[in-house]
């Protein structure tokens, strides 16, 4: 079993900059890939960002170029650094942890961006 607890969200005003935190605690040697999910009020959940255990990246287009997100397998943390941020990036952000092909996720952190 994985435990995901995010951390480090907030407002900031757009073209800010922020950077959200996921502590993984339990059976953390077996997690493979983590990942960064969102979800917008009336909108579905949506890819944002993954890392493998090696630190391989993938970024979803809208946030190439602004987001980086970073892993610390010694710390079971992974971080997203949010860059350049815009009103439409307003989401609450998930970690996710992928552990023997079973999804696990956190309970979110609320990212707001004002205009």
């Known amino acids: 079993q994985v435990h995901l607890v995010e951390s480090g969200g907030g407002l900031v005003q757009a073209g800010g900059s922020l950077s959200i935190s996921c502590v993984a605690s339990g059976s953390t040697f077996a997690i493979n890939d983590m990942a960064w999910y969102r979800q917008a009020p009336g909108k579905q959940r949506e890819l944002v960002a993954q890392i493998s255990r090696e630190s391989s990246t993938f970024y979803a287009d809208f946030v190439k170029g602004r987001f980086t997100a970073s892993r610390d397998n010694a710390k079971n943390t992974v971080t997203l650094q949010m860059n350049s941020l815009r009103p439409e990036d307003t989401a609450v952000y998930y970690c996710?942890?992928?552990?023997?092909?079973?999804?696990?996720w956190g309970k979110g952190t609320l990212v707001t961006v004002s205009s």
């Open positions: 996710n942890a992928d552990y023997y092909g079973r999804d696990f």
